[in-house]
């Protein structure tokens, strides 16, 4: 049980530094040229009034990417994981009981009488 509890801890510290070098990367580098690409559009500045609220939905993009991103990592880190596992060797079937072995003798007996 503590092999477990200490992986999960493990798995639940690296993740979280994974998730803020992804929201880097999303932030620093890829929004930046995706603006350019769209026509020099900032994102975090995108947002809508309504009334007296304010939605930032550029805000929720670069999350989206964020998630995009770390959810194609995950699934290609668990690819590479179960293509490493080996396939157990299949295990010879245990001998028949002398009993069986006995019963097929006599039926053979019986057949070539």
């Not at 509890?5 to 070098?21: P, R, Y």
């Not at 309504?50 to 964020?66: H, N, T």
């Amino acid at each position: 049980m503590k092999g477990n509890v200490m992986d999960l801890a493990v798995g639940v510290i690296i993740g979280g530094a994974f998730g803020k070098i992804v929201s880097s990367l999303v932030d620093n580098v890829l929004m930046p040229v995706i603006g350019l690409l769209v026509g020099g559009v900032d994102f975090t500045k995108l947002s809508v009034k309504i009334g007296a609220a304010e939605l930032k939905y550029g805000s929720f993009i670069q999350s989206v990417f964020d998630f995009i991103i770390i959810a194609f990592c995950i699934f290609m880190m668990i690819k590479a994981l179960n293509s490493l596992k080996k396939p157990a060797p299949a295990a010879a079937p245990p001998p028949p009981p002398a009993s069986e072995i006995y019963l097929k003798e006599i039926r053979d007996a019986l057949v070539k009488r």
